[in-house]
């Protein structure tokens, strides 16, 4: 006898597809028209499935009811998609672009980056009691780095094609995909010293001389200097390898557009394996088998050949993903009741950090940077420095270090870092949210912002522009004259003689001119050549003219064609061209 089968298996999965189909249904109208990020709806999303609200899906559940096994999906999870997403990044960079632009970049990872690590320990230490200072170096050293998931909020889409220059998005993708590896160093800088000087030397020997040795020789050497040649090294051999294969015919379309993804999938799993730093590797690597441009030119979304790239698309399948599982796993009960900073300190301390992290040091530098143009790209990248992906890794590295302090390989931690693991989860996950709310949330606000008192002035001062009346079958637009008494006919004002009128469907109606012949436009949504006869009484077009009229062949239906809102339209093709051409002999 048939039974309902509701295993955990079952419904995550229906719930994960239900999401992402009925998102899809209104992607477009909510990211390209509302502005909004498919982060800050994922997560919401999350929460309203997890068991803080319906309980479709239960995190805990899936790891074995063990908070150890949770935290380590959770680790792994976001690793593939870092690693993913910095593939992609470092392939979305111009040819040799790390090296001609390394000044710029230097100064953004250097000075700029540990002034950030430094003010939010700074911020972190003052308002969280009995907090030491090495705690909130790790905290602060966890948030430090801008995520490359939420920086596609402002360099990809209409708002970024229409407000972010270039130069100014090329530079933001290159400094989120490097500085996500970079965020090791400062964040091991206090872990060792934690380690080996946080108790006293009790548990560890060596004092801060080893620390400082580790962190020279373990984080900068084996973790970092490493991990940028083995993802050059291995992203110049995967480029060889396809630029051979391709040139033969070797590898078809499918395989060619698929293969960053799986060069992501084989850094982050061979770095694991070694130790070494997947997330910095991954994103020199993408870079490195781009070096020539071959590759990103050739998966360029090709609309005049039809063919789609693959990298958007998965790359929102793993954003909607991750977004929901942050939301399901993320402890939101944590924020009210903790043991570590009571929610009146809480709130001002995420304020105080999106304020002063970034922007006092990008306003500081940005002279120097010959991509910020002015003071107003300044402040707009100074403030878009979000906090996402990156911190949840960090979060999760830092727990994984903190189990190995525990006295005897125990399940007791030890006596001076009781505290650090509640602290960190709960201020590095509340700035996660914090900033995926606000930098979520700030394009569409600042948009409102702007345009609702302009309309409500508009609206209050001349209602009457809105108003339309025919005359002799033709919308004309009333104008108010300087005296604000009399109405302008289209006679008296040239402003409005001139303003193209349309009919339904898109074609304009064409105007006499002096000699009684009519011109004619081409159509703005069919782009076919339809002239129009003036319906007004009185008027006929001449003998000569009717008569080409008449001979003019008929119009041709074209093909249909599924075009999506953010499609560039197509070349245009011979029939029109011909029609063109006909229309202009006229």
């Known amino acids: 006898m048939p039974t309902l089968a509701l295993t955990n298996f079952n419904i995550v999965v229906a719930v994960l597809g239900g999401w992402i189909s009925l998102f899809g249904l209104v992607s477009y109208l909510l990211k390209e028209n509302f502005y909004l990020s498919e982060a800050l709806i994922s997560l919401l999303a999350g929460l309203a499935f997890s068991p803080h609200a319906t309980n479709f899906v239960r995190p805990l559940d899936y790891a074995g009811s063990s908070e ?117 160093p400062f964040l091991y800088f206090a872990l060792y010293l934690i380690k080996y000087i946080g108790d006293g030397g009790v548990n560890e020997s060596g004092g801060a001389g080893l620390a400082i040795g580790l962190w020279f020789g373990e984080t900068w050497g084996y973790t970092i200097i490493l991990s940028v040649i083995y993802g050059a090294v291995v992203g110049w051999i995967a480029k060889e390898l396809l630029h051979f294969c391709e040139e033969r015919k070797f590898v078809d379309r499918e395989s060619f557009l698929v293969f960053a993804f799986s060069l992501a999938l084989f850094i982050t799993g061979t770095c694991g394996m070694i130790g070494s730093d997947d997330i910095l590797a991954c994103f020199i690597a993408g870079n490195v088998f781009t070096w020539d441009d071959w590759f990103r030119l050739a998966t360029v979304d090709e609309v005049r050949a039809r063919t789609i790239s693959l990298q958007p698309t998965i790359d929102m399948l793993l954003n909607v993903t991750i977004f929901m599982w942050y939301g399901a796993v993320c402890p939101w009960s944590s924020f009210v009741a903790n043991g570590v900073i009571p929610i009146y300190r809480l709130i001002p301390l995420g304020i105080l950090i999106l304020l002063f992290r970034r922007l006092p040091f990008v306003l500081a530098f940005y002279k120097k940077i010959p991509q910020i143009d002015g003071l107003r790209q300044a402040i707009f990248m100074g403030f878009f420095g979000p906090i996402g992906c990156s911190a949840v890794f960090y979060l999760y590295v830092t727990l994984e270090f903190l189990t190995t302090l525990n006295p005897n390989q125990g399940g007791v931690p030890r006596w001076d870092v009781a505290h650090l693991q509640e602290a960190v989860s709960v201020i590095v996950w509340f700035m996660v949210v914090c900033s995926v709310v606000v930098h979520g949330l700030s394009i569409p606000l600042g948009k409102f912002g702007f345009y609702l008192p302009r309309t409500i002035s508009r609206t209050l001062s001349s209602p009457e522009e809105l108003i339309s009346f025919r005359v002799g079958g033709r919308v004309v637009p009333r104008s108010r004259s300087r005296d604000g008494t009399a109405m302008n006919t289209p006679s008296e004002s040239r402003s409005v003689s001139a303003r193209p009128v349309f009919r339904i469907g898109g074609t304009v109606i064409a105007e006499p001119t002096a000699t009684g012949t009519s011109t004619s436009r081409l159509s703005t949504t069919s782009e076919m050549v339809t002239p129009q006869i003036n319906p007004e009484p009185g008027f006929r077009p001449p003998e000569s003219e009717s008569v080409v009229l008449s001979n003019m062949p008929s119009p041709i239906l074209p093909s249909r064609t599924i075009r999506f809102p953010d499609e560039a339209a197509p070349e245009t093709n011979d029939l029109q061209e011909s029609e063109i051409d006909a229309a202009t002999k006229l």
């Open 68 to 184: 150890e096994n949770l935290s380590a999906v959770t680790l792994y999870f976001t690793r593939l998609v870092l690693g993913v997403q910095l593939v992609l990044a470092g392939v979305q960079l111009p040819s040799r672009y790390l090296k001609r632009e390394w000044k710029p970049l230097s100064l953004l990872l250097g000075p700029v980056m540990t002034a950030m690590w430094i003010i939010t320990s700074l911020l972190v230490w003052a308002l969280v009691p009995n907090l030491p200072f090495l705690h909130a170096l790790v905290i602060g050293a966890c948030v430090t780095p801008t995520d490359p998931v939420l920086s596609n909020v402002i360099v990809k889409g209409r708002f970024a094609d229409h407000n972010v220059p270039k130069d100014l998005q090329k530079i933001i993708i290159a400094e989120s995909g490097a500085n996500d590896g970079l965020g090791y």
